[in-house]
């Protein structure tokens, strides 16, 4: 079986189009290969409900009264669909991350290697508290960059 993403496509979007009906064609493996795996692939995503078959013993397969489900709709929307507005994103950032760039923007700056020796020891004994205080301050300094920010928000989002 070959996964095609755009014949995932074209159903997706003809059971969209149908919502909240369905197909009740049946597609048997013994007939399309091919679609019937794509249909299964995206039944076991969650996009799709069926009625599938696997037959272990003659190893057809065979799907029918197919709809596409909630996820399968926010799927296709260009805003994420509803799950884009219930679910929130959380961002984590650990200490050890932000200190590797910290130890690699203060590597790449043109000092004296005592002062970069001076400033790495104290990021290395500094407690986790105080690089959360770090991000809020780094995150207060850069939105009061307004120019700055808007022309990185605009490299950064902008297609």
């Known amino acids: 079986m070959k996964l095609n993403r755009a014949s995932q496509l074209e159903f997706l979007t003809k059971l969209r189009d149908m919502y909240p009906e369905g197909l009740s064609e049946c597609f048997d493996s013994d007939n399309d290969f091919d679609t019937t795996g794509n249909l299964f692939y995206l039944l076991e995503h969650g996009l799709i409900k069926a009625s599938a078959v696997k037959d272990k ?74 690089f959360s205080e770090f991000i809020k301050q780094l995150v207060g300094q850069s939105l009061a960059r307004g120019p700055e920010l808007i022309s990185l928000i605009q490299n950064t989002f902008s297609s």
Do not use: H, W
């Open 57 to 130: 013993i003659g190893s057809r397969s065979a799907i029918a009264n197919i709809k596409i489900t909630a996820k399968g709709i926010d799927f296709l929307e260009d805003d994420g669909g509803i799950n884009a507005i219930l679910k929130k994103i959380t961002v984590k950032i650990d200490c050890d991350s932000i200190k590797e760039l910290l130890f690699s923007t203060i590597q790449s700056q043109d000092m004296q290697e005592s002062e970069k020796s001076r400033l790495k020891k104290a990021i290395k004994s500094a407690p986790a508290t105080a």
